[in-house]
């Protein structure tokens, strides 16, 4: 069974930076697209990066540029690098695959970006 664990989340100033981690209890990232999800109050969850086995990476408009998806195969663990967080980054973080599996939604990481 997959479980993914999402971390660093926290309380930032505006321009601030965040690094996310997500760690998954299975080999899967040698064999799946990664990605990060994010979801506001009031807001449907939207995709906001992705990282194929190849490489190629995705990122929603409005965090590129700000954003950067990585991972260490090695040890199943992905991570999102945020820089100049804006208070429209403000939102529950959730790593899955691409497409996401719905058994996967993990408890997600807060990330409120406020003065």
């Known amino acids: 069974q997959v479980q993914l664990v999402e971390s660093g989340g926290g309380l930032v100033q505006p321009g601030g930076s965040l690094r996310l981690s997500c760690a998954a209890s299975?080999?899967?990232?040698?064999?799946?697209?990664m990605a990060w999800y994010r979801q506001a109050p009031g807001k449907q969850r939207e995709l906001v990066a992705a990282l194929a086995i190849d490489g190629r990476t995705y990122y929603v408009d409005s965090v590129k540029g700000r954003f950067t998806i990585s991972r260490d195969v090695a040890k199943d663990t992905v991570f999102l690098q945020m820089n100049s967080l804006q208070p429209e980054d403000t939102a529950v973080y959730y790593c899955?695959?691409?497409?996401?599996?719905?058994?996967?939604w993990g408890q997600g990481t807060q990330v409120t970006v406020s003065s």
């Open positions: 299975g080999t899967i990232f040698s064999t799946s697209t």
């Open positions: 899955n695959v691409n497409p996401s599996n719905p058994q996967y």
